[in-house]
């Protein structure tokens, strides 16, 4: 009976899991795409430009991803086994490409951003149950630049 | 108040020198979200609850850090950086430092 339990909540969080990965990919894919025109670079800490500067402002966009039950039970494996968490690298994926897209629609007007920087955090780790699953928060952040015309 | 977190203003110069300036915030989600971001986590996808979480803390450390420049005299901040960490599950701390200085438009 609880096998039974187990086996049905693997399969119904393997159907959602892989549904909403999937949707958010496709999601994340369109926005790029939207934003392609728009510049992002990790540098320009000491920026110098001879451009006239119409505004300077802090940007930041942040999301939480959690993981699913699914990802977690067949990591477990991998974990034993050792390799590529191929399930984990696509959670993170997801969370730091969704944070940079946030950031950068909040600068739609800017002309460039510079110095991104990405920051993430684990919410949901103890030392003492490390069978949580996951839930990743990702701040990306950086400096939007528009240029007088 | 001016942020970047680039080692200038572009188009200013920087007169002045206060420092470093911090703010942090820890904040929790009450349980009834905490429950329904449990149940969301079986299944995967965003913790929107959490997301917001984290928007206010970020605000709230900003503005902390804000809070403080103002009161030295800062009509700017450079070098701004995050750092967070998770305290507990559904607690998330987010800590802003910067340098706070004091800038002026480049004239001509």
């Known amino acids: ?29 369109e926005r790029e795409i939207a934003l392609v ?51 984990f690298e696509s959670l993170m994926d997801r ?25 993430s955090t684990m919410l949901n780790t103890y030392k003492e149950a490390n069978n949580q699953i996951p839930q990743v928060a990702a701040i990306a952040y950086g400096t939007a630049i528009t240029y007088e015309r | ?13 920087i007169t002045g020198h206060y420092g470093m300036v911090s703010g942090s915030t820890v904040r929790a989600k009450n349980f009834v979200k905490d429950f329904g971001a449990g149940l969301k986590n079986m299944v995967g996808g965003e913790l929107k609850s959490y997301t917001e979480l984290l928007e206010d803390s970020r605000k709230e450390a900003i503005d902390r850090m804000k809070l403080q ?30 340098t706070a200085v004091k800038v002026q438009p480049i004239e001509g």
């Open chain 1, 95 to 119: 969370a730091r490409r969704e944070a940079m897209l946030r950031m950068r629609e909040k600068a739609k007007n800017a002309d460039i951003i510079v110095n991104a920087r990405l920051e």
């Open chain 1, 1 to 29: 009976m609880d096998l039974l339990i187990i086996l049905l909540t693997l399969g119904l969080t393997f159907t959602t899991g892989s549904i909403l990965e999937k949707n958010h990919f496709k999601k994340i894919r």
């Open chain 2, 1 to 13: 108040m001016i942020l970047t977190n680039i080692e200038s203003v572009p188009g200013m110069k």
């Open chain 2, 69 to 98: 420049a103002e009161k030295v005299g800062a009509n700017a901040i450079i070098n701004v950086r995050f750092a967070t960490s998770a305290i507990t599950s559904g607690a998330a701390e987010v800590y802003a430092y910067g």
């Open chain 1, 37 to 87: 025109k728009k510049p992002v670079v990790s540098f320009g800490k000491k920026l110098t430009t001879n451009k006239k500067i119409k505004k300077v402002e802090f940007v930041t966009g942040e999301v939480v991803i959690s993981g699913d039950y699914f990802k977690n039970f067949v990591s477990a494996f991998r974990n034993f086994f050792g390799g590529r968490m191929i399930s």
